[in-house]
């Protein structure tokens, strides 16, 4: 939806439109709920299409609706000619308006300000004439009128339609009555209860993690987000955050790609500690990944540490395809040296 601080209200596109909106917007400023359209078209208005009172005195508004390209003007004569109507308009008006979707004019607000001074003389009412640039000004003082017309949505409407702290209270003390929920006098909520909220707060709990856990891990694979390790974090959450109601499962999975996420950013020792973590869990992921991933990073700080020089390293009893695999290493910069190891048992590759 539209924000109305990036927004140029144009004026509607029909006349009807337009004595529509200007009638929404007078019966607000004037209070008065049982202000009326005058009439319809072809019928003998006398110069008023809105009939309302304003504090209690008779007022009426001419709406006139003026090309918005080529531009057109609200003309002097136009204004005199409505004013000679509303003058035989019963009961006398104190107040008139005319309203119209042509932008401000000098010339037209001195015009009817030496009419109004002529009139208050004679016990005339009041003439105003309200360019397209003052009734905006006046919208935004009505969010709702925005929203209903314009199709836009103010901070201020947003303000109104948020519910308060206290709301809040009453809706919450509402849906503990609905789950008849009994506090004994000690303060204690019986085993039955205490049971069926636990296992609320821990199905919630699930929903939040494994959401923020989808979203992280697809914001994982934007290369400009890659400073910020978001599955490490939620890991580290995971870990911290100790006796929270988390499914074993969905535990050890964030840890696990937590493992993986910190390892290649070469933090070894949260990596580690993931791992450790993940593996005392049940689940159903397996931590060869995580593992592999902690392995290779190792094996590259290594290589960094000895200055790509001749490495031998006996790696004993892997049984896992990727460290195998790892084991095959070689340094680039010296030629493609191969890196002895003793036999590796036999394993299963698919």
Not at 143 to 156: A, M, V
Not at 249 to 262: D, E, M, Q
Request: a positive charge; aromatic letters at 8%; hydrophobic letters at 35%.
């Amino acid at each position: 939806m539209s924000d109305a601080n990036n927004e140029q209200l144009l004026p509607p596109p029909s006349w009807d439109k337009f004595e529509e909106i200007c009638a929404d917007l007078f019966s607000r400023i004037w209070n008065d709920t049982q202000l009326v359209r005058y009439g319809r078209s072809g019928q003998r208005q006398n110069g008023v299409d809105i009939y309302g009172k304003e504090n209690g005195a008779d007022s009426g508004v001419q709406c006139k609706g003026k090309r918005n390209w080529s531009p057109t003007k609200l003309t002097t004569a136009e204004i005199d000619a409505e004013i000679e109507k509303a003058k035989k308009f019963s009961p006398s008006l104190k107040t008139y308006i005319i309203a119209t979707t042509a932008d401000n004019d000098v010339h037209v607000t001195d015009h009817v300000n030496v009419i109004s001074a002529r009139h208050a003389e004679h016990g005339l009412f009041r003439v105003t004439v309200l360019g397209w640039r003052d009734l905006v000004a006046r919208f935004y003082d009505h969010p709702e009128l925005l929203k209903k017309h314009f199709g836009i949505y103010t901070l201020r409407q947003l303000q109104r339609d948020m519910p308060t702290s206290g709301d809040v209270a009453a809706r919450v003390v509402e849906e503990l009555k609905n789950t008849n929920l009994v506090v004994n006098p000690g303060g204690e909520i019986p085993g039955q209860q205490s049971n069926f909220l636990h296992d609320r707060l821990a199905e919630a709990l699930d929903r939040d993690f494994a959401s923020r856990y989808e979203r992280a891990l697809q914001r994982s694979v934007f290369p400009e987000l890659s400073k910020t390790d978001e599955l490490g974090q939620l890991a580290a959450e995971v870990l911290d955050a100790k006796g929270m109601a988390l499914s074993s499962n969905l535990k050890r999975t964030i840890l696990l790609r937590g493992v993986r996420s910190a390892a290649v950013r070469g933090n070894l020792q949260d990596a580690r500690r993931f791992l450790d973590a993940a593996q005392s869990l049940p689940g159903s992921d397996s931590d060869a990944p995580g593992r592999a991933s902690r392995c290779k990073v190792f094996w590259r700080s290594a290589q960094d540490l000895a200055g790509c020089k001749k490495i031998r390293v006996r790696i004993f009893g892997l049984a896992n395809k990727g460290l195998k695999l790892l084991a095959r290493l070689r340094c680039k910069r010296t030629g493609f040296q191969n890196v002895s190891e003793r036999p590796l048992p036999p394993f299963k590759i698919g």
